[in-house]
T-cell receptor, first 113, second 112 residues
């Protein structure tokens, strides 16, 4: 199994600012995924991040708003840029596991005021 | 869009079997059925997966119909800790590296 940590666990930010969320894994993984979970909703995939290549974004998400870095096989960051109250969500990262399951981090709870 | 349909909510008495249905009528031959659950304020947790045969592990059993158009997740002896949102997901291929598209899930409540 993989143990995933995210920082920060929660934050309150002002409109127009940016927040960078970190995802750290205790083992090397090929694929990392970023999700958003708006209040009371299911998870929505933002992007897939492969080490050494540009992230692949899902429809409705763009790099200028959600830039992602993947500098090595154990770490990734997601930045939420120029935030608005609509960005208030839980942001989760996940990683590929041993072949058939994904492991999810605990999430970062973001509130934009 | 999610390729599965689940009831929005269900409840079950503690100690009884919880049977959660899922429809995936457009599933392709190489697509697997996965189940994850999300306990409040936590990240989703893998439960079980299958292709066409029934599967069982320490957490649950998965029953897939012969035509593969629907499946049922069975929690044999539900406890209060099983209260969660359960997601039935269709994933192409046998790989944890496949992106997961979550549907709305079933909110399961276990009553004492």
């Amino acid at each position: 199994s993989a143990v995933i940590s995210q920082k920060p666990s929660r934050d309150i930010c002002q409109r127009g600012t940016s927040l960078t969320i970190q995802c750290q894994v205790d083992s090397q993984v090929t694929m990392m995924f970023w999700y958003r979970q708006q209040p009371g909703q299911s998870l929505t995939l933002i992007a897939t991040a492969n080490q050494g290549s540009e992230a692949t974004y899902e429809s409705g998400f763009v790099i200028d708003k959600f830039p992602i870095s993947r500098p090595n096989l154990t770490f990734s960051t997601l930045t939420v840029s120029n935030m608005s109250p609509e960005d208030s969500s839980i942001y989760l990262c996940s990683v590929d596991g041993t072949g058939f399951e994904q492991y999810f981090g605990p999430g970062t709870r973001l509130t934009v005021t | 869009d999610a390729k599965t349909t689940q009831p929005p909510s269900m409840d079950c008495a503690e100690g009884r079997a919880a049977n959660l249905p899922c429809n995936h009528s457009t599933i392709s031959g190489n697509e697997y059925v996965y189940w994850y659950r999300q306990i409040h304020s936590q990240g989703p947790q893998y439960i079980i997966h299958g292709l066409k045969n029934n599967e069982t592990n320490e957490m649950a059993s998965l029953i897939i119909t012969e035509d593969r158009k629907s499946s049922t997740l069975i929690l044999p002896h539900a406890t209060l800790r099983d209260t969660a949102v359960y997601y039935c997901i269709v994933v192409p291929g046998y790989s944890s590296a496949s992106k997961i598209i979550f549907g709305s899930g079933t909110r399961l409540s276990i009553r004492p």
